[in-house]
């Protein structure tokens, strides 16, 4: 069974920039996360799908920040401008079926750098 | 915001000793678990522990839950140098039925062989 898969691992964009992760899941996960994981720190979820449908992106700046998951499969996040403080391993996660705390499967992730 | 806080943040062990990690958490839980994280990579679901559990074992494994003094600790025996990650607890809010997990802010373990 194929994990997880993200793309790219790795970007490095000078602030100002736009730039977007993408996401697809283990096939019939019906949930998607996105996490951004600061250096040091644990992640933080950003926003989570169920299907296509955004339940709770409560953490997300959506000043700067915009997600979409269409056909309920495959993800993006974006950043539109992107600031130093951006900076950190943006992390894709699912599971499957929803429910209270199951098991989430990570991506390896990617990792922005803003200079 | 952080709901668990694991200790210590760093651990430096030698190979075939055991590591003990603890994790702490401010609110009631349903469960509480446990993931590793190698450098450069996404994180791994190693034990689901329920809030009725009080201990439960996976290979070099043990995990146990003190919902009383909401805490938990994870033991790795007899360790091996590919042991070497960081390790994170992570919590779904109590009244929350939708999969949401609150890291801590994880522990870092180096296995020397």
């Known amino acids: 069974e194929a994990g997880v898969v993200q793309s790219p691992r790795y970007k490095i964009i000078e602030k100002k920039q736009p730039v977007a992760f993408w996401c697809n899941p283990i096939s019939g996960h019906n949930t998607l996360y996105w996490y951004r994981q600061n250096l040091g720190q644990g992640p933080e979820l950003l926003i989570r799908y169920e299907n296509e449908e955004a339940v709770d992106d409560s953490q997300l700046p959506k000043d700067r920040f915009s997600a979409e998951r269409l056909k309920g499969v495959d993800s993006t996040l974006k950043i539109q401008p992107a600031e130093l403080g951006d900076s950190a391993v943006y992390l894709c996660a699912s599971s499957s079926p929803p429910g209270a705390g199951d098991t989430q499967y990570f991506g390896p992730g990617t990792r922005l750098t803003v200079l | 915001s952080q709901q668990g806080e694991e200790d210590p943040q760093a651990l430096s062990i030698q190979e075939g000793e055991n590591a003990t990690m603890n994790c702490s958490y401010k609110?009631?839980?349903?469960?509480l678990q446990w993931y590793r994280q190698n450098s450069g990579r996404g994180l791994v679901h190693l034990i689901l522990?329920?809030?009725?559990?009080r201990e439960k074992h996976s290979g070099r494994l043990r995990v146990t839950l003190d919902t009383s003094k909401k805490s938990s600790s994870l033991l790795i025996t007899a360790s091996r140098a590919a042991d070497t990650a960081s390790y994170f607890c992570a919590t779904p809010p109590r009244r929350s039925n939708t999969g949401k997990l609150i890291f801590g802010q994880g522990t870092t373990l180096q296995v020397k062989p």
């Open positions: 522990i329920r809030s009725n559990e």
């Open positions: 609110t009631s839980i349903n469960n």
